[in-house]
């Protein structure tokens, strides 16, 4: 897998930001409200968190006819999402592996489902922004994935040399299908054992990733 890579795509939350915690205390309010069982703790959230996340929320308990995904629940969960995720930080390899991509003549791309302005922001209030070359991010809050933009990442760098940098299995499938490698990071969404089917490199933390990424 060792090459010489033109381009490291970023997955955000779960990559570069550490909202676990916060992504399973908006789910268990929101169960809990509707007297749904509650994920207990990390192990649980990540054995069930999936996309697309309408798929994730069946799962969990959410009854889509007595509320709907689009105009109900994805607006309350980004509300509390927004409320509870002030404290989140980075993951603490992001400084030094952007810096030494960046030493490195590596651009470095955000691609997400999130919602672009509210990366921007989460990004700028912990001085992270100009980190980063592009983000590419969703215009609305349904987080339904992101095979649609990275395949306009593709066209934007048809050129690209690239490895995506994920938590994710989703992240594996997006990075196969734009042709470009992909590390997994097991400090994120998806446990290390769904990780490990995929068959790419996983590691434990993102400065594990450099001896992939820069070769002397």
């Not at 060792?2 to 789910?27: A, R, S």
């Not at 592009?134 to 215009?139: C, H, L, M």
Request: charged content about 25%; hydrophobic content about 40%; glycine content about 6%.
């Amino acid at each position: 897998m060792k090459k010489k890579y033109t381009h490291v795509i970023w997955d955000f939350n779960g990559t570069i930001l550490n909202d676990m915690q916060v992504g399973i205390d908006c789910i268990n309010i929101m169960l809990s409200d509707r007297g749904l069982p509650v994920l207990p703790d990390l192990e649980a959230y990540r054995k069930v968190f999936d996309f697309p996340v309408e798929a994730y929320y069946q799962r969990v308990g959410f009854d889509f006819e007595k509320e709907d995904y689009k105009t109900c629940l994805a607006p309350l969960w980004v509300s509390l999402y927004e409320q509870h995720s002030k404290n989140a930080r980075l993951f603490s390899g992001v400084e030094p592996l952007t810096r030494a991509l960046r030493e490195g003549g590596i651009a470095q791309s955000i691609l997400s489902a999130s919602q672009s302005q509210m990366m921007r922001k989460q990004l700028r209030e912990r001085g992270a922004l100009e980190w980063f070359d592009e983000i590419w991010g969703n215009d609305s809050i349904h987080a339904y994935g992101k095979s649609g933009l990275a395949a306009a990442w593709r066209a934007a760098h048809p050129e690209a040399v690239a490895v995506m940098l994920g938590d994710t299995v989703h992240d594996f499938t997006v990075a196969r299908e734009i042709g470009a490698d992909c590390i997994l990071i097991a400090a994120g969404h998806h446990s290390k054992e769904r990780l490990l089917e995929c068959g790419t490199p996983v590691v434990e933390t993102l400065l594990d990733c450099l001896p992939f990424l820069l070769h002397t």
